[in-house]
């Protein structure tokens, strides 16, 4: 088991470290990443999310729609709570409190969760990690993306009331690459259809760069931001690794939900903070030192709670 373990985390660290050493090093601006942002963002993650949900099949898409649902309430209410308490308790602003409750409710599913089921599950592990990649970028990630909208400053000379700005940075998000991505995977597996071996085989090479390079990106923002563990760390990092995985322990036991759903879903919610909050951060001129901190904080506890969550769901 210490050995499954190791080799789904360290392959994790060893590329966040790659971009942390090439940020201090300069051997790459870890600045202006706007270019390798668009890159991971509009291009790889989308592919990626697109392959992984359009190629299951539709009974086993079906099959996992409590899948679906259970993280998306372990994910939605995290969220919530985590942005009003930065708004109403620390003042932050919408932008720093959506990018924050984004990096603390969205585990990373799409760099540590495929290697993680991988070993844990084995090859069947790939529908459950499409089905909660797609859950976070349908659910809490537009709804990040609207709160960015609305706070970003060119959009404030644009004419229209609330409701107006409202519905632009709505349809704004919707269409961004990665929400589409995995909504047009979903709807084409739920009809039956796969897409043909040449468009897979093209959408999965440039897929491929996704999680190696979003967590090098990830090392290299954070190489330009101090780490500072403050209480508000602490907090989000208990948030992220042991209040959501109890949270959906909580929701198994109340509803009936088959035993392999249920170790999937908490094995899921166990996972560190991801970096979508960075990246839709950087996107939009938010550098999030709080975010970062999180993220660093989470995936170093997750060696801890990750082996718990583990050793507990499958012990065998």
């Not at 706070?151 to 709505?170: F, N, P, V």
């Not at 961004?176 to 909504?183: D, G």
């Not at 440039?206 to 967590?215: E, N, T």
């Not at 060696?303 to 718990?308: D, E, M, R």
Request: hydrophobic letters at 55%; charged letters at 10%.
């Amino acid at each position: 088991m210490p050995h499954v373990i190791l080799m789904a985390l360290a392959p994790i660290f060893f590329v966040m470290a790659l971009g942390y050493v090439a940020g201090r090093m300069r051997t790459i601006d870890n600045h202006h990443v706007g270019e390798l942002n668009a890159l991971v963002m509009d291009f790889a993650l989308p592919a990626s999310l697109f392959v992984a949900t359009a190629s299951t099949q539709r009974s086993e898409m079906i099959a996992q729609g409590p899948l679906f649902t259970i993280l998306g309430v372990a994910m939605l209410l995290p969220y919530l709570l985590w942005y009003l308490w930065q708004r109403r308790f620390s003042k932050a602003s919408t932008a720093e409190a959506a990018v924050q409750a984004l990096t603390v409710a969205l585990p990373n599913y799409a760099a540590a969760g495929l290697p993680i089921a991988a070993a844990i599950i084995g090859p069947t592990g790939t529908v459950p990690v499409a089905i909660a990649i797609a859950a976070g970028s349908i659910l809490p990630s537009p709804l990040t993306l609207v709160l960015l909208e609305l706070s970003d400053r060119k959009g404030t000379t644009e004419a229209g009331g609330r409701a107006k700005r409202i519905a632009r940075a709505l349809l704004r998000s919707l269409t961004k690459p990665i929400v589409l991505a995995p909504v047009l995977g979903t709807l084409l597996s739920l009809s039956g259809l796969n897409p043909d071996a040449v468009a897979r085989a093209s959408l999965v090479l440039i897929g491929q760069a996704a999680g190696g390079v979003a967590l090098f990106l990830t090392g290299l923002i954070l190489s330009a931001q101090p780490f500072r563990l403050d209480w508000n760390v602490v907090g989000a990092t208990l948030m992220s690794n042991l209040l959501q995985p109890l949270l959906v322990v909580a929701i198994v036991c109340a509803f009936p939900v088959p035993s392999d759903v249920a170790k999937v879903a908490i094995l899921m919610a166990a996972l560190p903070s991801g970096f979508f909050g960075i990246l839709f951060g950087v996107k939009y001129g938010v550098a999030s030192i709080e975010a970062g901190s999180i993220v660093i904080a989470s995936t170093v506890s997750s060696i801890v709670t990750l082996a718990i969550a583990i050793a507990m769901l499958y012990p065998q």
